[in-house]
């Protein structure tokens, strides 16, 4: 029996996570992120969907995206993780599956979460010990959202457009938004927080 498609609320962002097949690698070379970004930009434009955050990690992705149809998320993430295996299995000689199943989707309908959810999937390379700071990882939005670096694919949603009346002013707020997060304090130093809670103690697995 075919499975039905995910549908998600009109206008409610998601977080959307990805994973490699029993959490192995799915991105091996800076070519690989890039085409996965190119191809992410086309279809996203292509069935109306609108990319707020990303970070693409070495064995999975966080996207936080919103659609106005409740059909495209899903549609999206179809046919961009098939032209990603094919690409992946003729570049690296190999065959089979990448993605473990079906991608993973958490509606964020909470307005209060949505900043939050946005700072907790661009924190991931930081909670993995790969940088020091976001800005330092190349392959997530927060140079977008946080510094005003030019990225196409990025559309800010409405909360964050709130942050400021101009773009300076808006991410500059954002950037305060990671500033506990960065700077702990000594007896938290090492501790996160949950993206929809910033009074909690730890964090989902990313």
Known sequence: MPRRPRLAPPGVPL???????NRQACFFADEDYRFYLEWLAEY???SGCLIHAYVLMTNHVHLLISAADPAAPGAL???????YVQYVNRAYRRSGTLWEGRFRSSPIQEDDYLLGCQRYIELNPVRAGMVEHPRDYGWSSYRANGEGEENLLIRPHELYKALGL?????????RELFRHELEPEPHNRGQTTFYNNPNASTLPKS
């Open 15 to 21: 977080h959307l996570i990805q994973r490699g097949n």
């Open 44 to 46: 996203a434009s292509k």
């Open 77 to 83: 993430m179809k046919v961009l993780g098939q032209r």
């Open 166 to 174: 101009d773009a300076a002013t808006r991410q500059s707020a954002y």
